[in-house]
Structure formats: structure tokens, C-alpha cells
């Protein structure tokens, strides 16, 4: 299973990172996930701060350009295999800082991903 860390997470049920989470642990992933606000999502705290999460196979993003600035450097220091850029989240020059970085860029959609045994 890919441990993936999700960055842009809500509480909220009707938010496509919050399905993220649901669907990723109902396919057997392990999850960490980051949020503006702390709280737990059927069994993953999610915290709002960069923490140091170990092995993480997957990053899932879904914060636009403008906020992914912040944690540019911060996931390529995690060194996951890949980060998925969602619909919305699609941003070119930081998927290029990761690629040169040994990390797999792809614009695409998790839940599709999942749905369709991509993942």
C-alpha cells in the first residue's frame, strides 16, 4: 500500500480532498494528511503543521498554485515517489522543481485514480 500524505485537507464532506482521504483508506492506504484546522477524519489526525512524516510513498494535492508555495520545499524534502496535482491544483513550475528532484509529477485525479485501479 502507498502511504500518502494529503496537503489541503478538510473537514468538510462535500470537499474532494476529504473523499481523498475516505476513498485512500477504504483501498487500504495508510494516510497523513495537512489541513488549514486540526482535526480527525476517520482515524487520521490531521494536523496543520509541516511535520516530519516518514516513508511517504504519495503526495496528493489539492491547494491551488498560489498556496502551494509553502510547502514546495517542504515536500521535496519529504521525498515521496510522486505528487498527484488535482484538478484545480495543476501547477507546471513546481512540478518541474520536482521532477529535477527525482519525484514523479502527474496532473490527475485521485478519486478517478482510485476508481479505476490507477492508483
Do not use: W
Not at 91 to 107: C, D, M, R, T, V
Amino acid at each position: 500500500m502507498k502511504r500518502t500524505l494529503v496537503i489541503g485537507a478538510s473537514p468538510k464532506s462535500y470537499q474532494y480532498s476529504h473523499m481523498a482521504i475516505v476513498k485512500l483508506l477504504s483501498a487500504g492506504h495508510p494516510v497523513e494528511a495537512i489541513g488549514r484546522s486540526v482535526f480527525d477524519l476517520n482515524g487520521v489526525h490531521v494536523t496543520d503543521q509541516k511535520e516530519s512524516f516518514k516513508d511517504i510513498d504519495t503526495v496528493t494535492m489539492y491547494l491551488n498554485p498560489e498556496r502551494q508555495k509553502e510547502y514546495e520545499e517542504y515536500i521535496i524534502a519529504l521525498h515521496p515517489k510522486r505528487i498527484i496535482f488535482n484538478p484545480g491544483a495543476e501547477n507546471p513550475s513546481f512540478a518541474e522543481k520536482a521532477s529535477k528532484a527525482g519525484i514523479q509529477a502527474i496532473e490527475a485525479c485521485t478519486l478517478v485514480m482510485l476508481g479505476t485501479g490507477q492508483y
